[in-house]
């Protein structure tokens, strides 16, 4: 059949990370832009991406990507069967990617995340045309999300911010890390907390959800209250609907890594990390959820095998509601061992996360 014969060359781009809320099947991958705009962050330095140059992609490559999408669609509808049959004879890069759009069709078409690092980078007016075709050619779904840098977002107004809404984009992800102006600096972020506060009001006021990263432990041993303590306040201002909870693990390669190697740098203990967390919670008043849905937060080793101090579903802990949930794990954590824990230092030998 001569139009499934035309998926003997599918290909699509696909880039190497996206969230863990915005994983698995459900999100059907889609690059708009390449790697890391910044990639200097000390903890991370791009290498997720692995520190590749970062590019736009042309509004024209993005469209015929999602138009043989569309495509590709289409058959599924007509004859779904013999789409998946064929699977098997395609060439290996065809197949992972008609693989991954089967994937995500089967398990109901809801999402899509575009990638890389810094979406917003792309200009308005062709990042909504993309937008508009992702709905007009795949139908509409849940929602529509990506990365973006926190100096981004403060750049955009709340109108190109609206304008972006309106074709389609949902939710953003952004790297806060902390709300501590110093921690922020010694990392070498390239962001003021202030900016993250402007930034995510004006996407609050534009109707996009925002999903805020906090990195447990960034300030070390000597800075760690001030950077619980300003991370709470900024949350607070910012009110986003998700703050998710990454523990930070010196990654090989990184110049954190270095600087813990040579002593500059102190890690928290495992009970010291709680204790920084009970101290979040306590000054946290936003009304959003907390999420701790990464396998590196807070574990203990068992007989049974490793248990998490908080419950790793995407959707974490209502606020305030579930305050008290949080703060009595928090608590149970701490009357456990803290040799029993697997340390942040211990995940140290990971290249990436
Ligand atoms: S944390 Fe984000 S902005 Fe910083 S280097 Fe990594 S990908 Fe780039």
């Known amino acids: 059949m001569r139009e499934l014969e035309e998926l003997r060359g599918f290909r699509h781009e696909v880039g190497p990370i996206r969230p863990p809320s915005e994983g698995g099947s459900c999100s059907l991958l889609l690059r708009v832009v390449r790697n890391c705009p910044w990639s200097l962050c000390k903890f991370c330095y791009g290498k997720p991406y692995g520190r590749g140059k970062f590019s736009l992609r042309t509004v024209e490559e993005v469209k015929e990507e999602v138009e043989r999408m569309g495509r590709v669609v289409e058959l599924l509808r007509e004859k779904g069967e013999e789409v998946w049959g064929l699977l098997s004879s395609l060439p290996g890069e065809s197949r992972g990617a008609l693989h991954h759009l089967l994937s995500w069709f089967s398990s109901g078409s809801r999402t899509v995340f575009l990638q890389d690092a810094d979406v917003l980078l792309m200009p308005t007016p062709r990042l909504a045309e993309i937008l508009e075709e992702v709905r007009r050619r795949l139908g509409e779904m849940e929602r529509i999300t990506c990365y973006a840098r926190g100096r981004s977002l403060f750049r955009r107004s709340v109108e190109e911010l609206r304008r972006l809404r309106e074709a389609g984009l949902s939710r953003l992800h952004v790297g806060l890390e902390s709300g501590d102006q110093e921690v922020l600096e010694r990392m070498n972020k390239g ?18 959800e925002l999903s805020l990263y906090y ?17 709470a306040r900024v949350l607070n201002e910012v009110d986003p609907e998700f703050v ?44 959003g959820r907390l999420c701790f849905d990464h396998f590196a937060n807070p574990f203990y080793l068992t007989p049974g095998g490793p248990r998490w101090v908080f419950d790793r579903g995407y959707g974490g802990y209502r606020f305030p509601s579930e305050r008290e949930e949080v703060l009595k794990r928090i608590e ?14 211990s995940l140290s030998v990971l290249e990436t996360l």
């Open 215 to 231: 990195i447990l432990g960034l300030g070390g041993e000597e800075r760690w209250e001030a950077h619980a303590r300003n991370t």
């Open 332 to 345: 149970e954590g701490l009357e456990r061992e803290e040799a029993l824990y697997v340390s942040s230092a």
């Open 244 to 287: 998710r909870v990454r523990r930070l693990v010196p990654l090989k390669g990184t110049p954190l890594f270095r600087e813990w190697r040579e002593g500059s740098f102190r890690l928290q203990s495992p009970h010291a990390e709680l204790r920084e967390l009970r101290l979040l919670v306590e000054e946290l008043e936003f009304s």
């Open 191 to 208: 962001l003021t907390p202030q900016e993250v506060v402007e930034g995510g009001r004006k996407a609050r006021e534009a109707g996009l």
